[in-house]
């Protein structure tokens, strides 16, 4: 069975400067996604970006990087220039990669709280 | 990115009655959708995986005859809460899967959540 894990429950990061949040996982699948999601005070899940397993570019999204380091199951998620808006829960998840099938359901780490001080 | 809604965003019910809460995908067509319950500062769990026009799988240790859950619509998911108790106080996330194999997204968006509250 696939696992994620979060090993930072909180971190803290200076209005404007940079964080990185951690996320390794487990599978023995070779093709997968993975996602990060932010859930802020008013709880809605929001998607912040994804990553296809096969592609090796990492994905960006304005703001928020991924380094995804597939050999050592690694997803790391960096937001650059951090605003105050950014302060939330993030969670690390993982989908197998299952067309039109019951499944594909996401499997999430723990989650991480990022405060922004500022 | 696609809007999923949820209906009611807070409930709150006494013992032993019902209560349901709708999620809809507005703008997209959901062939599977997701229930989810949140306790507080935890992760989500999984509570159950529906699909339009069969029945829904339910994770282990979920009961299916109290947590009812119909999927009548690509468009339509519903729980109910079925002789509710305050054990089942928490807060209820549906999120629906966009899956399109000729544009290549497969993707799932989450409703705003419903907060359940039992006396």
Known sequence: ?118 | GAVVSQHPSRVICKSGTSVKIECRSLDFQATTMFWYRQFPKKSLMLMATSNEGSKATYEQGVEKDKFLINHASLTLSTLTVTSAHPEDSSFYICSAREFGRLAGTDTQYFGPGTRLTVL
């Open chain 1, 1 to 118: 069975a696939q696992t994620v894990t979060q090993s930072q429950p909180e971190m803290s990061v200076q209005e404007a400067e940079t964080v990185t949040l951690s996320c390794t996982y487990d599978t023995s699948e070779s093709d997968y996604y993975l996602f990060w999601y932010k859930q802020p005070p008013s709880r809605q899940m929001i998607l912040v970006i994804r990553q296809e397993a096969y592609k090796q570019q990492n994905a960006t999204e304005n703001r928020f990087s991924v380094n995804f380091q597939k050999a050592a199951k690694s997803f790391s998620l960096k937001i650059s220039d951090s605003q105050l808006g950014d302060a939330a829960m993030y969670f690390c998840a993982y989908r197998t990669l299952n067309y039109g099938g019951s499944q594909g359901n996401l499997i999430f780490g723990k989650g991480t709280k990022l405060s922004v001080k500022p």
